[in-house]
């Protein structure tokens, strides 16, 4: 069965202070639950934040990698290096990442192979533009990019997987998918997956959604039977907010 997961992409934000203030204080605050929680803070805070989070049910993830393994990618980190201080599930593919890193389906397509070949989890996010809605383009969009980065994998490496639909035109504006929206999304998502592979993976992969989650309309979203959790910006990086969102699911 696919789990309910709740993640918090902290992206740009948060020095190490800031970082382990947030972390006590969503440790005390966590609220009992069977939904998975994780955090996805900067890459030089992680290996604090795992440190900090050791005897917590709370996981630090990473929120990209390099696909090489070792070698000169200046400024770059390994999915090695990742495992190493206890990290192995790590965010590919964020609207972010496309849109201001160059990176192409091509790209996050060797980055979701180098991870699965060290066994690591991939939450795989992916989405379309305003323009794509609004042309009526968006489904034909979504299917290309899971197909471009995903239909290669087998049945074994799809349990590795987390999809994190993201329609670029509601990440950090305020403006959210309606829980119907989303919802048709989702299961045109795991019918697509269906028909390239079969039922079996469609219903077992965890299908998170993402852009503008608050505690607002987190239950709302959270209710519709093919979203399986959320992948929330802005609102994890306020304590209570996310502890909020966290007891939505
Ligand atoms: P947001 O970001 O919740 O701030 O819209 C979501 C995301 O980028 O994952």
């Given at each position: 069965?696919?789990?309910?997961?709740?993640?918090?992409?902290?992206?740009?934000?948060?020095?190490?202070?800031?970082?382990?203030?947030?972390?006590?204080?969503?440790?005390?605050?966590?609220?009992?639950?069977?939904?998975?929680?994780?955090?996805?803070?900067?890459?030089?805070?992680?290996?604090?934040?795992?440190?900090?989070?050791?005897?917590?049910?709370?996981?630090?993830?990473?929120?990209?990698?390099?696909?090489?393994?070792?070698?000169?990618?200046?400024?770059?980190?390994?999915?090695?290096?990742?495992?190493?201080?206890?990290?192995?599930?790590?965010?590919?593919?964020?609207?972010?990442?496309?849109?201001?890193?160059?990176?192409?389906?091509?790209?996050?397509?060797?980055?979701?192979?180098?991870?699965?070949?060290?066994?690591?989890?991939?939450?795989?996010?992916?989405?379309?533009?305003?323009?794509?809605?609004?042309?009526?383009?968006h489904f034909d969009v979504v299917e290309s990019q899971l197909k471009n980065a995903l239909f290669s994998l087998d049945a074994q490496?799809?349990?590795?997987?987390?999809?994190?639909?993201?329609?670029?035109?509601?990440?950090?504006?305020?403006?959210?998918?309606?829980?119907?929206?989303?919802?048709?999304?989702?299961?045109?998502?795991?019918?697509?997956?269906?028909?390239?592979?079969?039922?079996?993976?469609?219903?077992?992969?965890?299908?998170?959604?993402?852009?503008?989650?608050?505690?607002?309309?987190?239950?709302?979203?959270?209710?519709?039977?093919?979203?399986?959790?959320?992948?929330?910006?802005?609102?994890?990086?306020?304590?209570?907010?996310?502890?909020?969102?966290?007891?939505?699911?």
């Amino acid at each position: 069965m696919r789990s309910k997961i709740v993640a918090g992409n902290w992206k740009m934000n948060k020095n190490i202070a800031e970082t382990e203030a947030l972390l006590v204080e969503l440790s005390a605050k966590l609220p009992d639950t069977t939904a998975e929680v994780m955090v996805a803070p900067a890459f030089v805070n992680l290996n604090a934040a795992v440190r900090h989070l050791e005897s917590s049910a709370i996981e630090v993830i990473a929120q990209n990698m390099h696909f090489a393994e070792s070698g000169a990618y200046t400024g770059e980190i390994s999915a090695d290096m990742l495992l190493s201080i206890g990290i192995d599930t790590v965010i590919i593919g964020h609207s972010e990442r496309r849109a201001y890193f160059g990176e192409t389906d091509e790209i996050l397509a060797k980055k979701v192979t180098a991870a699965l070949a060290k066994n690591m989890r991939v939450m795989f996010c992916f989405g379309e533009e305003l323009e794509d809605r609004k042309s009526g383009n968006h489904f034909d969009v979504v299917e290309s990019q899971l197909k471009n980065a995903l239909f290669s994998l087998d049945a074994q490496q799809w349990r590795k997987i987390v999809l994190a639909y993201e329609p670029v035109w509601a990440i950090g504006t305020g403006e959210t998918a309606s829980p119907e929206q989303a919802q048709e999304m989702h299961a045109f998502i795991r019918k697509t997956i269906a028909e390239a592979y079969d039922n079996s993976i469609a219903k077992n992969v965890s299908i998170l959604y993402g852009g503008s989650v608050k505690p607002a309309n987190a239950a709302e979203i959270f209710s519709k039977p093919d979203v399986d959790g959320g992948l929330i910006g802005g609102a994890a990086l306020v304590a209570d907010d996310f502890v909020a969102i966290i007891k939505a699911i």
